[in-house]
Structure formats: structure tokens, C-alpha cells
Nanobody
Framework: QVQLVESGGGLVQAGDSLRLSCAASGPTISLYSTGWFRRAPGKEREFVAAIRRIGGSTYYADSVKDRFTISRDSAKNTVYLEMKNLKPEDTAVYYC?????????????????WGQGTQVTVSS
């Protein structure tokens, strides 16, 4: 079992950048595919980005493509989400989650373990 802790959220202005971190304890995070999801008030969880456990291929939602970058530092057992050109519609609680399956999924129910989330608020 892996435990996940997100950090790096905060209040920023539109156009600013922010880096979120997902620190894992327990098994090395490279044994899992890792996804970032977000949930805005009154909305369901939304897929943001994911990185495959084998090979490190990355995947993005259309809404964040070319603005967000997911990466992994195996030595630190941490996955990052670099967010650029933030928009008010990016405001949400951001969660990281891991999936032991070989293939990357965009479905929240496919992920096995979740962090508690970190709040990102983008003002216009």
C-alpha cells in the first residue's frame, strides 16, 4: 500500500504558474501509474494528467494540454504537476492517485490510492 500527500497549491492570479507535488511513501511510486485529478465545487472529479509506470508516457486532458506537465522523480519518490498559464476555470482541489495496472486510465475508479488533495485557486 502506498500513501500519497499532495502539496503546492495556493492562491494565484490568472496567467501565473504553480507546481504541485505528490509525495509517496511505501512502495516506490514508479511501480504505479500516477494520475492527477481535480474537483471543482459542485462538480465530479475530472481527469487532468497521468504518467505511465513503465516508460513514463504522459497523458493530458484537452483542457490542460500544452499548459500542464506531469513528471516523475523516482529518486524522490515524487510526481509533479507543473501548471502554467493558469485560468480561473482551473480552480479546484487537485488530487493525485496511483494505479497498479500496467495501462494508464483516465477513470477515477481505476485508481487504487488517493491523496487528500491540495487547493488551487486562480483569480481573474
Amino acid at each position: 500500500q502506498v500513501q500519497l500527500v499532495e502539496s503546492g497549491g495556493g492562491l494565484v492570479q490568472a496567467g501565473d504558474s504553480l507546481r504541485l507535488s505528490c509525495a509517496a511513501s511505501g512502495p516506490t511510486i514508479s511501480l504505479y501509474s500516477t494520475g492527477w485529478f481535480r474537483r471543482a465545487p459542485g462538480k465530479e472529479r475530472e481527469f487532468v494528467a497521468a504518467i505511465r509506470r513503465i516508460g513514463g508516457s504522459t497523458y493530458y486532458a484537452d483542457s490542460v494540454k500544452d499548459r500542464f506537465t506531469i513528471s516523475r522523480d523516482s529518486a524522490k519518490n515524487t510526481v509533479y504537476l507543473e501548471m502554467k498559464n493558469l485560468k480561473p476555470e482551473d480552480t479546484a482541489v487537485y488530487y493525485c492517485a496511483v494505479d497498479g495496472a500496467l495501462l494508464v486510465s483516465r477513470l477515477p475508479d481505476d485508481y487504487d490510492y488517493w491523496g487528500q488533495g491540495t487547493q488551487v485557486t486562480v483569480s481573474s
